[in-house]
């Protein structure tokens, strides 16, 4: 029990960090090159192979918000799930990633409770992602 209050107290930390980045290109953009950076590592990747559809989904949303490409979602959502992705970059959260084995299990679970909490959206961003690689292919032949 004490963990879960760690986890969620520190992730709050995180959505107030996620508040301040959320309307700066720049900053937005430098979150979405270290996540997928910190996925190019072979232990991350095995680690979470069950969610790295759910990250990678997580990452083209950011990345397309912060483009002006995607903003069909609320700015409290945008934050939830950037918040998200700041929290599994920190090595130094509720558990610290160096702890072998153990390290990303609380990444896995903010990644899961923003999945959950922003579904909806998540599914929204998908369709329309899906619709414009269809336009984009239609375009081109």
Do not use: C
């Amino acid at each position: 029990m004490l963990k879960k209050i760690k986890v969620f107290m520190y992730f709050r930390k995180m959505l107030r960090r996620a508040r301040t980045i959320i309307s700066d290109q720049s900053q937005s953009g430098n979150v979405v090159q270290d996540v997928r950076a910190k996925l190019q590592k072979d232990e991350i990747q095995e680690s979470l192979k069950g969610f790295m559809d759910k990250i990678q989904a997580l990452i083209r949303l950011v990345d397309q918000y912060r483009l002006g490409n995607y903003r069909e979602i609320s700015k409290k959502s945008m934050i939830t799930v950037l918040g998200g992705l700041l929290y599994f970059l920190s090595p130094v959260d509720a558990i610290p990633d160096f702890i072998a084995g153990l390290g990303l299990v609380d990444d896995v679970a903010i990644i899961g409770y923003v999945w959950k909490t922003v579904n909806q959206e998540i599914h929204q961003f998908l369709s329309w992602e899906k619709d414009e690689v269809i336009k984009e292919n239609d375009t081109i032949t």
